[in-house]
């Protein structure tokens, strides 16, 4: 199984960007996919998951209303788009994917997953 993330970049603050992670090796459709991301000098940080169809995707309180994740059915993986982007959004942004079916409360936790990509650069600044 491989996790390839792109679509990172130097953007302004307020500006948008959209990742988006190529999986292969297998199918993630009814399974969890998430991003994280971890800047210079800290932990890696939950920013978004989605589980299977029906349901509610969830996002980390630093990125609600500005970041919206979506299944990519084109390449087996997933997108964030991320909107009104700040300096403290700056960081390298992980995707990871999980053969498991957690609870909500453990979408959060790093652990939840068993796959990870080796993340992809997003730079906000002036």
């Known amino acids: 199984v491989q996790l390839q993330a792109s679509g990172g970049g130097l953007v302004q603050p307020g500006g948008s960007l959209r990742l988006s992670c190529a999986a292969s090796?297998?199918?993630?459709?009814?399974?969890?996919m998430a991003w994280f991301r971890q800047a210079p000098g800290k932990g890696r940080e939950f920013v978004a998951a989605?589980?299977?169809?029906?349901?509610?995707?969830s996002y980390a309180a630093s990125m609600k209303g500005r970041g919206t994740i979506s299944r990519n059915n084109g390449n087996n993986g997933i997108d964030l788009q991320m909107n009104s982007l700040k300096p403290e959004d700056s960081a390298v942004y992980y995707c990871?994917?999980?053969?498991?079916?957690?609870?909500?409360?453990?979408?959060?936790?790093?652990?939840?997953?068993?796959?990870w990509g080796r993340g992809t650069q997003v730079t906000v600044s002036s």
């Open positions: 990871a994917a999980s053969v498991s079916r957690p609870i909500l409360s453990s979408l959060p936790n790093p652990g939840t997953y068993e796959y």
């Open positions: 989605i589980r299977w169809p029906g349901t509610t995707p």
């Open positions: 090796g297998r199918t993630f459709t009814n399974y969890p």
